[in-house]
């Protein structure tokens, strides 16, 4: 029974963590005001490049970088239409979605199937990672679910304690008072829009070179659409982040074991979006709920300098 | 050298036609550039993408059965988005509305005449597509709830449920071990044009539809509260324009051409309920840009529509042609979209670039 439990447990840091690091970079993005419904088609990319990458290379971190850097052009195109050309957020965020899944599986074809000869190693702290139980749980993951781990608290710490985060959640919660301070608002944007794009293409690596260490098409399979409901969710706070991120792969490690048990796992699927969809409208019963949800007040309209 | 960007206040007809065409033709210049770094030669592959689409009659078939979905969602979708309510639940919509045909034609309908079930199952479709519309538009407006958020939310909520009833109750007793419901009885299959798979009726009734979801946008009372809400919404309390009634009828009928084109898949194309892919093969999402190269003009998208028929069936005759995979078609798709958008700002902004002077006026 522990040994289940454990396995459990385990497996849903895993399944838990490309949805963390997609979810810090949209909360990144969406606190400076700008929606980034891309994060699919991004996710998608960074995936495919971070494979190539790493087949060609052989080094499974080149592959990271090569995701990352990808996954903040892609999103700083979305940056350009829905910063500089002030267009609709959630058009230029579809396509995005769609550029991205078109370009994957375009240069991804060659690649599909192939396994790959090196995946991004585990951490092996030798007398740690050997601890019963906990060992297995907590020390013996791929680089990548510490990273995340990592990047959460240093998100967290700068949002909450840096002048830094002061400056990037002022921009979205009031641009022109922000303005009137000095701020460049529109270099901030793009910075919290290309940071979380990169963060999602690292999602995207993770996929393809940490948890299946293979390429196909559909391997993101929703997460990124999962992630736009996770930021909510998260209540745009990092600590939900991690919340969130963990319940979720929590749950689709257990649609899979409660499926021999004659619970439909179609019905399971349901639940990430049935419970966000829950959440959403708990906070929404009362006005008083609807403002401690906080969502970023000039989050998805376009800004324009020195207007009144 | 200085670059101005300046609002401009009027645009002519002829100059947003032209800045179409202009996005359109970037958009197609960055297509070919991506397939160039790929390796494919882009005026090979563009010329194969339309001339399976519109170079024989097969493909313009294959172009006109696709492009009827496509209309009957974009012009429901154009509608929505004329409000700025962000309905990207199209796609769930179709399923519903298949849904509730599908019990339709198999419970009651072996038993009534097709003059009768064809508008039953219609009917019960528009119905069902309508209420999974009603439901983000009472949740944005009673609760404050984003309707992005719950119209992405309910996609995959439908899809699953759908997945559920085709693999478990409504599995079919003599589809073998596959995740289909029973055939829909005789009568309820649209019949087609010879050697076509394009419905008469379906076709009759999405270009109907389209000019008619066109009419009430730009010359009713219902439309004008919709274009008022979409532009300003302080204006449109000021006016007393009732948000609560607009936005759920409004959704009621987007939703509702979508449940349409969910029963026109099922009666016409595939006649039972598979899998949700299959069913809707993403309709419901190209339906978005149909509805944006329209101008959210529900009218317009009987071209829209017809043109992004003809990119899918053009991309299913590259992967046979030119090996090249599936996805091919979201390239199009999200780099015509992109400069789509991007060709809006030059609608609302003239571009004044000035040499020599640096001196503001």
Do not use: C
Request: hydrophobic share 50%.
């Amino acid at each position: 029974m522990l040994d289940i439990i454990v396995s459990v447990l385990t497996r849903t840091i895993i399944a838990g963590t490309p949805l963390l690091l997609a979810t810090l970079g949209e909360i990144l993005s969406e606190r400076s005001g700008i929606q980034n419904l891309g994060v699919e088609g991004v996710m998608s990319v960074g995936a495919v490049t971070a494979f190539i990458v790493t087949f060609t290379t052989g080094n499974p971190w080149l592959g990271m970088l090569a995701a990352i850097l990808i996954g903040m052009i892609l999103s700083g195109i979305h940056g350009f239409v829905s910063i500089s050309l002030r267009a609709n957020q959630v058009v230029s965020g579809l396509a995005i979605t769609m550029l991205g899944l078109g370009l994957s599986g375009l240069f991804g074809k060659p690649y599909i199937g192939r396994p790959l000869p090196n995946r991004m190693p585990r951490l092996n702290i030798h007398g740690l990672s050997d601890i019963p139980i906990l060992g297995g749980l907590l020390f013996n993951h791929d680089w990548y679910v510490y990273l995340s781990v990592v990047i959460g608290i240093v998100i967290w710490f700068m949002l909450k304690h840096t002048s830094m985060g002061i400056t990037l959640r002022s921009v979205g919660e009031n641009p022109k008072a922000a303005e009137s301070q000095g701020i460049n608002v529109n270099r901030v944007k793009y910075f919290a829009v290309m940071a979380g794009g990169g963060l999602a293409g690292m999602a995207g690596a993770y996929l393809s070179t940490a948890y299946s260490g293979s390429w196909n098409e559909g391997i993101t399979a929703g997460r990124g659409w999962i992630v736009i409901a996770l930021t909510i969710f998260a209540l745009w706070q990092p600590g939900g982040a991690f919340l969130g991120a963990y319940l979720f792969g929590g749950i689709f490690v257990l649609q899979y074991m409660l499926q021999p048990l004659g619970i439909s796992p179609n019905l399971l699927s349901m639940l990430p979006y049935a419970s966000t969809l829950l959440v959403l409208f708990i906070y929404g019963m009362s006005k008083s709920g609807q403002r401690r949800m906080n969502a970023p007040a000039t989050l998805g309209e376009p800004y324009v300098r020195g207007e009144r | 050298m200085q670059i101005d960007l300046l609002p401009r206040e009027k645009s002519t007809a002829g100059l947003n036609l032209l800045i179409l065409l202009g996005s359109l033709l970037t958009g197609l210049l960055a297509v070919s550039v991506i397939f160039a770094i790929n390796g494919v030669n882009p005026a090979a592959a563009i010329f194969a993408i339309f001339k399976g689409s519109f170079g024989s009659w097969y493909g313009i078939k294959e172009t006109i059965t696709k492009a009827i979905p496509l209309i009957l969602i974009g012009s429901g979708l154009a509608m929505a988005y004329k409000a700025k309510f962000w309905n990207i639940g199209a796609e769930s919509q179709l399923l519903v509305g298949a849904i509730f045909a599908t019990w339709m034609g198999l419970t009651v309908g072996p038993h009534l005449p097709a003059v009768l079930l064809v508008p039953l199952m219609f009917v019960s479709a528009f119905i069902g597509g309508a209420l999974w519309g009603i439901v983000p538009a009472v949740l944005k407006v009673r609760f404050g709830i984003n309707e992005v958020i719950t119209t992405l939310m309910l996609n995959y909520i439908a899809a699953e449920f759908v997945k559920y009833l085709v693999v478990g109750p409504w599995k079919g007793k003599t589809k073998g071990g596959y995740p289909y419901t029973d055939d829909l009885p005789a009568q309820a299959i649209l019949k087609h044009i010879h050697y076509t798979r394009i419905s008469p009726i379906l076709l009759v009734l999405a270009v109907i539809a389209a000019l008619i979801l066109g009419w009430m946008v730009y010359r009713s009372r219902f439309g004008y509260e919709i274009r008022v809400i979409g532009e300003n919404t302080h204006a449109a309390r000021y006016a007393g324009i009732n948000f609560f009634r607009t936005s759920v009828l409004l959704m009621a009928v987007s939703g509702g051409m979508a449940g349409l084109a969910g029963a026109g898949e099922l009666m016409s194309i595939h006649h039972y309920l598979s899998y949700p892919e299959t069913l809707s093969a993403g309709y419901g999402f190209t339906a978005i840009i149909v509805a944006w190269l329209a101008r959210l003009n529900p009218a317009f998208t009987i071209v829209s529509g017809l043109f992004f028929a003809g990119i899918i069936v053009g991309g299913d005759a590259i992967q046979i042609s030119m090996g090249m995979p599936a996805a091919t078609v979201n390239v199009f798709n999200g780099m015509i979209l992109i400069f789509l958008i991007m060709g809006d700002f030059f609608i609302s902004h003239r571009v004044r670039i000035r040499f020599g002077s640096t001196v503001h006026a």
